[in-house]
């Protein structure tokens, strides 16, 4: 894990922009890379299994990827997401 603070970030843009990409949305990232092995879903919407939570994660704020994420809706549960 790299940690930069806000008065070296300067001196690394690209590991700072990297980062505040994945921030920009975790779930997703998360679900994509570490998490994989977990993820339901596909290339439109992926989530953690219902015994997991109720967190889930679109690629972009599009309605195509809003629609796909409601197929992953469990029981009628609702989903969690962090966006930018």
């Known amino acids: ?9 300067g001196l690394f843009p690209d590991v700072v922009a990297a980062m505040t990409d994945l921030l920009a949305n975790p779930i997703w990232h ?3 890379t570490r998490h ?3 993820a339901q ?3 439109l919407a992926k989530r ?4 997991v939570g109720p967190l889930s994660g679109i690629p ?6 809003l629609g796909g994420a ?5 029981s009628g549960r609702p ?3 962090l966006l930018r």
Do not use: K
């Open 1 to 9: 894990m790299i940690v930069v603070d806000s008065a070296h970030a």
């Open 30 to 32: 998360s679900l994509s």
């Open 36 to 38: 994989s092995d977990l």
């Open 41 to 43: 879903g596909n290339h």
């Open 48 to 51: 953690y299994p219902e015994a």
């Open 60 to 65: 972009e704020q599009s309605t195509e990827c």
């Open 70 to 74: 409601q197929s992953y809706c469990f």
């Open 79 to 81: 989903l969690c997401s």
